[in-house]
């Protein structure tokens, strides 16, 4: 069983608010990711991360930032949230070693996000 | 990173077996390939995951051929529950290489 939280699961917001998206993981994994989905649509890639004080930007373009001040913790901050932002946005966390280990991403349930 | 392609939409019926494959051209010498399942306003989760030949667990096979440039999913006897969209993945994350998702293939089972 995963041990990757998201909290909020919904947040209906303004425009122009700051949100903050946590994420948090207990498996001491050192890989986490954000990925952006729009119903019906791929996951994309925003932000990831392969370690504390390590963030990069995915593939698709974000406004949002991230910071990993710590291994379990990766959160993710708009500061001024547009109805554009709009979407599902998906936490995971991976950890491979080598050997048998698969690599295999553990997903969180996601946050649903709504800008009016 | 190794580009996916899958077809978008699969159709089938209960007690069926489905295969899906997936093309990935330029896959690394050390990429993996793994599948991921989706439910709709979930997060995808594990299938399966090979390297080369066959791999088998409860739920799939894998078989991946010996140029490994596609694989195939296949899911014997599918339910209604089975209804999802089926991610492949080539790599594993190791090093500083992330994790891009292609489109998917959206399964439909019907009764």
């Known amino acids: 069983e995963a041990d990757i939280y998201q909290t909020p699961r919904y947040l209906v917001i303004g425009t122009g608010k700051k949100i903050t998206l946590e994420c948090s993981q207990t498996?001491?994994?050192?890989?986490m990711y954000w990925y952006q989905q729009d119903p019906g649509m791929e996951l994309h890639l925003i932000h990831y991360?392969?370690?504390?004080?390590?963030?990069e930007k995915g593939d698709l373009s974000s406004e949002s930032t991230v910071s990993r001040i710590r291994t379990e913790h990766f959160p993710l901050t708009l500061e001024s949230a547009r109805p554009s932002h709009t979407s599902q946005y998906l936490c995971?966390?991976?950890?491979?070693?080598?050997?048998?280990?698969?690599?295999?991403?553990?997903f969180g349930e996601g946050s649903r996000l709504t800008v009016l | 990173l190794a580009k996916t392609t899958q077809p978008i939409s699969m159709d089938s019926y209960e007690g069926q077996e489905v295969n899906i494959t997936c093309s990935h051209n330029?896959?690394?010498?050390?990429?993996?390939i793994t599948w991921y399942q989706q439910f709709p306003s979930q997060g995808p989760r594990f299938i399966i995951q090979?390297?080369?030949t066959k791999v088998t667990n409860e739920v799939a096979s894998l078989f991946i051929p010996a140029d490994r440039k596609s694989s195939t999913l296949s899911l014997p006897r599918v339910s209604l529950s089975d209804t999802a969209v089926y991610y492949c993945?080539?790599?594993?994350?190791?090093?500083?290489?992330?994790?891009?998702f292609g489109s998917g293939t959206r399964l439909q089972v019907q009764p």
């Open positions: 995971a966390s991976s950890d491979y070693r080598g050997g048998t280990n698969t690599g295999e991403l553990f």
């Open positions: 090979g390297y080369k």
């Open positions: 330029n896959i690394a010498t050390n990429d993996y």
């Open positions: 991360s392969y370690g504390v004080n390590s963030t």
């Open positions: 498996m001491g994994h050192d890989k």
């Open positions: 993945l080539v790599g594993l994350g190791t090093g500083r290489r992330a994790l891009t």
